[in-house]
């Protein structure tokens, strides 16, 4: 009525760039062919806080596979990330 209307991409529109290879598609036998974009933040700080998380969550699991007697829910560090990945998941 007013104006145009933010439609999501088809997955033949989605484009993504690797180091090595430019941009690519999402093949059509993909099981994400169909999805469309796997997360997307209206807000800036929340992609921001997902982003940091991801790096916070891959150094706990190189922690843990140094040291896989590690319980991750008791160490004060991997449960403070824990609870952040389950607050946002939940709330955003």
Do not use: W
Not at 8 to 29: M, R
Not at 56 to 80: A, T, V, Y
């Amino acid at each position: 009525s007013a104006g145009a209307v933010k439609m999501q991409p088809k997955a033949e529109e989605l484009k993504f760039v690797t180091k090595n290879d430019g941009y690519v598609h999402i093949h059509p036998s993909s099981v994400n062919y169909q999805v469309g974009i796997l997360f997307v933040s209206a807000k800036h700080a929340v992609a921001e806080l997902v982003k940091e998380l991801r790096c916070e969550l891959d150094q706990l699991l190189q922690d843990k596979i140094k040291n896989p007697s590690m319980d991750l829910c008791m160490c004060p560090r991997g449960s403070q990330i824990i609870g952040m990945i389950v607050k946002l998941v939940t709330t955003q």
